[in-house]
């Protein structure tokens, strides 16, 4: 396994990211020799240690000249494996644990990443939340302020208004005033007029019927005169024949 193969395998712990497993991969590896170089040892419990390591000088010889060469001392890395990964390259089992368990650890990882995550969204979310809201406090503030500016000269305007009004209605109910008071005097000028006409219709109608009553006593006056004649000239007969003697 080359080391592009080995990043495309550790990407799955990355979700997939490659580059994100590259990077990791590298950083690994330069402090890894960076540390060796300073002659630190590098233990990673459960895998193993990385140290420096001194090679003996010995003497070489080529085989085609027969020359011998010395190769001094020299330090070389070492890689010490640990107990874990003996096992786990001696047995599946054991791998398959260990994988498991890489798994959980990863899983309880993204699982924090994304917890604190939250959190620092939410504390940004509440950051804004508050500007926003000093932000609005402050416009509020402010048109208050030129609210009250502009109100002094609203009120007068009103003011100005709401006088002009009350002055058109007491011209309004003035002129409705004069011409209820012509009506009403026009209605009594008419209410009289039919007044006097009545009076005069009762007058003349009294006056007719008292002259019907006149002539109705003349009548039977006249009457009484006739009956009495009449009956004069009766009694004048009645003394006539008394008087006279009866022929024989």
Do not use: C, W, Y
């Amino acid at each position: 396994m080359n080391k592009s193969e080995f990043v495309e395998v550790l990407a799955a712990s990355f979700e997939g990211n490659r580059a994100q497993a590259r990077r990791a991969l590298d950083a690994v590896i330069m402090t890894l020799t960076a540390r060796l170089a300073n002659g630190d040892r590098i233990v990673i419990s459960g895998f193993g240690a990385f140290q420096q390591s001194i090679r003996t000088g010995r003497e070489v010889r080529n085989p085609r000249t027969g020359e011998i060469h010395v190769i001094a001392d020299r330090t070389i890395p070492k890689f010490i494996p640990g107990g874990e990964l003996k096992n786990v390259v001696a047995g599946v089992r054991t791998a398959a644990k260990k994988a498991t368990a890489k798994k959980t650890t990863t899983a309880k990882k993204s699982a924090a990443k994304k917890a604190t995550a939250k959190k620092t969204a939410a504390k940004k979310t509440a950051a804004a939340k508050k500007a926003t809201a000093k932000k609005s406090a402050a416009k509020k503030s402010a048109a208050k302020k030129t609210t009250a500016k502009k109100s002094p000269a609203k009120k007068t305007a009103a003011k100005k208004t709401t006088a002009a009004k009350k002055a058109t209605a007491k011209k309004t109910t003035a002129a409705k005033k004069a011409t209820a008071k012509k009506a009403t005097a026009k209605k009594t000028t008419a209410k009289k007029a039919t007044a006097k006409k009545s009076a005069a219709k009762k007058t003349t109608a009294a006056k007719k019927a008292t002259a019907k009553k006149s002539t109705a006593k003349k009548a039977p006056a006249k009457k009484t005169v006739a009956k009495k004649a009449t009956a004069k000239k009766t009694t004048a007969k009645k003394a006539t024949a008394r008087r006279s003697p009866a022929r024989v």
